[in-house]
């Protein structure tokens, strides 16, 4: 399986799920290598992010299909993406993509996606993971969260403690882009930081302000990225703590 996304730790989730699920899986950093990765072998399917440097999935997607053309193969496709973004899903399918899942990624809506296209796979004898609904905004819930992880405690903290490396170190480098004025490693920063951010709040503060920095400085706005910096910094502040708290609460026996 190809797994294309550019975001390290959205990446290391993946990839822990698929590889938990017995699939082999190749990675690709943005949509340039999707496509080139895709044409030197043959994959059961791409998991597909939308939002990627150099190529966009999107874009990707189309290049795919456009080499596919004549031969006969069509790759399945599921695209990656956040939900908020509306219209993703009408576009993904326009481009020629399979399938859609939404960001924060859970485990069952991944695997229901992958099923539909692929047939039940996995190891046999994998029981079906019962879970609950995607969580609502709200405060951090341990017990939604995990079970986003497919109950998998060794999944979600390993993405916890790579989410606490990353983060200040995301955020120093945003507001290092923004001293220098630098709107598109800003954008960039800013980017992965909504990834990182997602995965544990899609709905809260700390992702929203995040793509609001990411939005303005894209459009160049540095003042306006500037704007909502200190909300950003305070909002990840706030989250790292409550993943913190649960990152604790998980070693508890
Ligand atoms: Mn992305």
């Not at 590889?19 to 999707?34: C, F, I, P, R």
């Not at 993405?159 to 983060?167: E, G, H, N, Q, S």
């Amino acid at each position: 399986m190809l797994v294309a996304e550019d975001n390290p730790t959205n990446q290391k989730l993946v990839v822990l799920l698929l590889e938990q699920q017995g699939y082999q899986v190749v990675l690709a950093a943005n949509g340039e290598e999707a496509v080139a990765r895709s044409a030197e072998q043959p994959f059961d399917l791409i998991l597909m992010d939308v939002q990627m440097p150099r190529l966009s999935g999107i874009e990707a997607t189309v290049a795919i299909r456009e080499r596919e053309r004549g031969t006969g193969v069509h790759v399945p496709i599921v695209a990656l993406t956040a939900h908020a973004m509306s219209g993703d899903r009408e576009r993904c399918l326009a481009a020629g993509m399979d399938g859609y899942v939404a960001k924060p990624l859970r485990s069952n809506e991944l695997f229901a996606a992958i099923d539909a296209l692929l047939g039940p796979a996995g190891s046999p004898g994998t029981p079906a993971t019962p879970e609950a609904a995607a969580p609502e905004a709200g405060p951090l819930d341990a017990a939604s969260l995990l079970a986003g992880f497919g109950g998998n405690r060794t999944l979600l903290g390993e993405v916890i403690d790579m989410f606490l490396a990353d983060t200040p170190r995301l955020l120093s480098e945003a507001r290092g882009a923004l001293e220098r004025g630098d709107a598109a490693a800003l954008a960039a920063s800013a980017h992965a930081l909504k990834g990182s951010l997602g995965l544990f709040a899609q709905t809260g503060g700390a992702y929203e302000a995040a793509r609001s920095v990411e939005l303005a400085a894209r459009a160049g706005d540095l003042l306006g990225s500037a704007g909502r910096f200190p909300e950003l910094e305070e909002a990840a502040r706030q989250l790292s703590e409550e993943v913190q708290a649960i990152r604790r609460s998980l070693q508890e026996p």
